[in-house]
Nanobody, 121 residues
Framework: QVQLVESGGGSVQAGGSLRLSCAAS?????MGWFRRAPGKEREGVAT???????RYADSVKGRFTISKDNAKNTLYLQMNSLKPEDTAMYYC??????????????????WGQGTQVTVSS
């Protein structure tokens, strides 16, 4: 079992920044951030493998950075140059087998409760 607790969401104006954190109860190999906007499907935002390999959705490349502090079992998502279209509930996910698709939500075994990000224009 892995418990995941996200924090760091909030309301910001376009162009602002937020840093999301996800505290895990134990270490996990492949982890990621997903988001779900109102009326839209859940989508992958960024993932990081145990070897540090990162992947990003095209919509956030160059603006978001995923990282992990293994000593603290904490996953981060630094979000810069935020846009109104980034408004969504953001979820942390963990324990994806490395051979499964990194943006396939069903591949992740554990999920956090989510943290809301709202970007106003």
């Amino acid at each position: 079992q892995v418990q995941l607790v996200e924090s760091g969401g909030g309301s910001v104006q376009a162009g602002g920044s937020l840093r999301l954190s996800c505290a895990a109860s134990r270490s996990s190999n492949c982890m990621g951030w997903f988001r779900r906007a109102p009326g839209k499907e859940r989508e992958g935002v960024a993932t990081i493998d145990s070897d540090g390999l990162t992947r990003y959705a095209d919509s956030v490349k160059g603006r978001f950075t995923i990282s992990k502090d293994n000593a603290k079992n904490t996953l981060y998502l630094q979000m810069n140059s935020l846009k109104p279209e980034d408004t969504a509930m953001y979820y942390c996910a963990a324990d994806r087998p490395p051979w499964r698709g990194y943006f396939v939500a069903a591949a992740y075994r554990y999920w956090g409760q989510g943290t809301q990000v709202t970007v106003s224009s």
